[in-house]
């Protein structure tokens, strides 16, 4: 039978969701601005620029309307749980291949920055509010030829803080990929950063939590230290 409660809230609650992916969409064509800023520690570019990625078939495309694009169909998709993109350092970007095409030895490490809603992830326990993630990943995968696009895919499937983690630290939570289980092929390692989005609330704040962070780690890879230094 249908609760009169929950049909009484649920075309608000909808409403508010709307608005939360709005915002979500808003911050990742700021952040996409702030990372190409020449004035960075690196200038770092994103994977896939006019879509995001989400815990579904395809990727949320990365448009007002906030479809997803299946075989170049837009249909209805309902709206995911998980947002988020991947970025490259633009000094590995040397000539017209699309950034998506370029193998993965070229490229090497990838930052990304993700969102959550806080709730509803068998993996995870739930958090009081939405969080965002933001990452540096060193993946390593079998073939180095796999083109970058389809190396943030699995780094998108196969991060999993809940089962291989291996230390904490700073704020930071460090873990390694484990290939050949359940068809991984990543063989490298991953830091990761948690915090409440709503920290997220001025341009200050974009370059405090996630610019800064991203932009200078990857600079200190692209000079040779370790990513647990």
């Given at each position: ?46 994977i896939c ?74 993996n995870l ?105």
């Open positions: 039978m249908m609760r009169k409660d929950i049909m009484e809230q649920i075309a608000e609650s909808y409403k508010v969701m709307l608005a939360y992916h709005q915002q979500i969409g808003s911050l990742f064509k700021v952040l996409d601005n702030r990372f190409a800023s020449e004035q960075n520690a690196k200038k770092l570019l994103p620029a006019n879509k995001l990625f989400a815990v579904c078939d395809y990727q949320y495309m990365f448009l007002d309307n906030y479809s997803l694009l299946n075989h170049q169909v837009p249909y209805d998709s309902g709206l995911p749980f998980w947002l988020g993109r991947f970025y490259v350092n633009a000094d590995h970007l040397v000539d017209d291949t699309p950034i998506d095409d370029y193998p993965a030895k070229q490229v090497q490490h990838l930052a990304f920055v993700w969102t959550w809603v806080g709730c509803d992830d068998p326990v739930d958090a009081d509010q939405p969080e965002c993630w933001i990452a540096i990943i060193d993946p390593q995968p079998t073939n180095p030829e796999t083109r970058i696009y389809d190396v943030a895919e699995m780094v998108w499937k196969w991060i999993r803080i809940e089962t291989t983690t291996e230390q904490e630290a700073d704020g930071w939570i460090f873990g390694r990929f484990y290939p050949h289980e359940f068809g991984c092929e990543l063989n490298g390692s991953w830091q990761v950063k948690r915090f409440p989005l709503q920290d997220i609330s001025s341009i200050y704040q974009i370059y405090q939590l996630i610019v800064n962070p991203l932009t200078e780690r990857i600079a200190q890879l692209a000079g040779g230290e370790s990513i647990k230094s």
